[in-house]
């Protein structure tokens, strides 16, 4: 049950999207949300949870847990990436395909949002069992997704070797060429261009129009991006080539710092010789906790969740702060920030961009028209920007912008279940 002002919901407990109450709480009053609005908002349209077997190497079979959750697709078929991992619960789930749903509304994409995965370690298995339990996660999920009605995608530990197998199973049960039941594919096998950098250049787009609403210049700006994996590193690389300064970088072992600023090219030669940009020569070593308030103009967490947190907002100097990591900052940081007039440009926005290419490669993938790298760039451009721009109509003078979002993409989610009659 959960009780908000005065009013009980009785909601099933166990179906509960814990990340949408939290986060929509908040909004509750703002938005004017009914009972039944809220209750439909926190609820997942459908849950799965099944059991499979997998023959090892050994000979003997194991049982597997897999999860899917498509959380709301009023607005289209549900997208979600799918992750393996041995901590996986159906709770992260549920919140994982919550935000997708909210990221696909807030960049007005035809999609609702869903989410999926397998408890398993990846690095504990072989190659031949890792495709194993992927097909038979595929089997088992089969009549549940489709490009109309669920599409996956990467997330942590699945890459697009997993998504060819994917596509590839699914295609053997159907008898035919389904290339839009999954995103992620390898350029040669229906993929689309510049998907690797996607995520990071989306939130430069929008990085830049933020940038012009508070007259910075690019010349100028000092930028620290914590996590040099495939966000943190992209989105280093190209703000360095585009001209910006990035004074500090950093990954799991730690970071590096230079006021003058780094030459990216060269730290990302030292991180594939040495595994870290640590002890890297062209600076000098700072710990992760450093890097979260050193002097810059624009903080980047690209690495963890809850890196920006009540302990350390307060002396945070930056005055962008761009969530390119999912869920990097507290609810008590973001009220601090909003204090201090950092503006935050928030996750469901800054990291859109990977979805938005996700989408292209679907309508590419179901037209069977190619397009080149500067098409698709041109088309991601416009949706983030257009993006940018209808967030930052809803803020009020002291601009929080994730409130802004989630306030936009309840509303696109509602109107379109209103729309259907469900409301
Ligand atoms: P990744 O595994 O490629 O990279 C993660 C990086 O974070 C690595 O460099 C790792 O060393 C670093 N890291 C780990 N622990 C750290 C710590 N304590 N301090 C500093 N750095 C640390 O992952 P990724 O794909 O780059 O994803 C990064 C974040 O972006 C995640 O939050 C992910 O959910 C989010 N995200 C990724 C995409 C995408 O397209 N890959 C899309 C949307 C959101």
Not at 106 to 124: A, D, H, L
Not at 303 to 311: G, Y
């Amino acid at each position: 049950m959960v009780h908000r002002h005065h009013e009980r919901i009785h909601i099933d407990d166990r179906n509960l999207c814990k990340l949408c109450i939290n986060e929509l709480g908040d909004l509750y009053m703002d938005l004017g949300l009914s009972a039944d609005e809220l209750e439909l908002l926190a609820m997942p349209r459908r849950s799965f949870t099944f059991h499979f077997p997998v023959r090892m190497d050994s000979g003997k079979t194991r049982m597997f847990v897999g999860h899917r959750i498509q959380y709301n697709d009023a607005r289209g078929p549900t997208k979600g990436g799918l992750r393996f991992h041995p901590e996986l619960t159906v709770d992260d789930v549920r919140d994982l395909a919550f935000l997708m749903v909210l990221k696909c509304a807030v960049v007005n994409i035809p999609f609702g949002g869903s989410k999926g995965g397998v408890v398993v370690n990846p690095k504990e298995l072989s190659k031949n069992e890792l495709e194993q339990v992927t097909r038979a996660y595929i089997r088992a999920i089969q009549d549940y997704i489709g490009p109309f009605k669920d599409i996956p995608a990467p997330d942590v530990y699945t890459d697009e070797h997993i998504m060819v197998w994917i596509l590839d199973e699914y295609e053997r049960i159907k008898g035919q060429h389904v290339p839009a039941v999954v995103t992620g594919k390898p350029y040669e096998l229906q993929g689309i261009k510049a998907r690797t950098y996607s995520t990071s250049l989306g939130g430069i787009y929008v990085l830049e129009e933020a940038m012009k609403r508070l007259r910075m210049s690019k010349a100028r700006a000092r930028v620290s991006v914590q996590g040099f994996g495939h966000v943190g590193e992209n989105a280093a690389r190209i703000l360095f080539e585009e001209g910006f300064k990035i004074v500090a970088v950093s990954d799991s072992k730690g970071g590096t710092m230079n006021s003058r600023g780094l030459d990216i090219h060269k730290v990302m030669q030292h991180k594939e010789k040495t595994g870290s940009v640590a002890d890297f020569k062209g600076g000098r070593n700072i710990s992760n906790a450093e890097l979260l308030t050193s002097d810059c103009d624009i903080l980047i967490p690209a690495a963890l969740s809850d890196q920006l947190n009540k302990e350390n907002a307060g002396r945070v100097r930056a005055k962008i702060v761009l969530e390119l990591a999912n869920a990097p900052t507290t609810t008590e940081a973001d009220q601090i920030f909003s204090k201090k007039g950092i503006m935050l440009v928030p996750d469901v926005l800054a990291n859109a961009g990977g979805v938005v290419v996700s989408y292209f490669e679907w309508s590419q993938s179901l037209t069977n028209e190619y397009w080149d790298e500067e098409k698709v760039l041109r088309k991601l451009k416009s949706v983030m920007i257009t993006a940018f721009h209808d967030v930052f109509a809803l803020c009020e003078n002291r601009c929080r912008m994730r409130r802004a979002a989630y306030q936009l993409a309840v509303r696109r989610i509602l109107h379109a279940e209103r729309m259907r009659g469900n409301l």
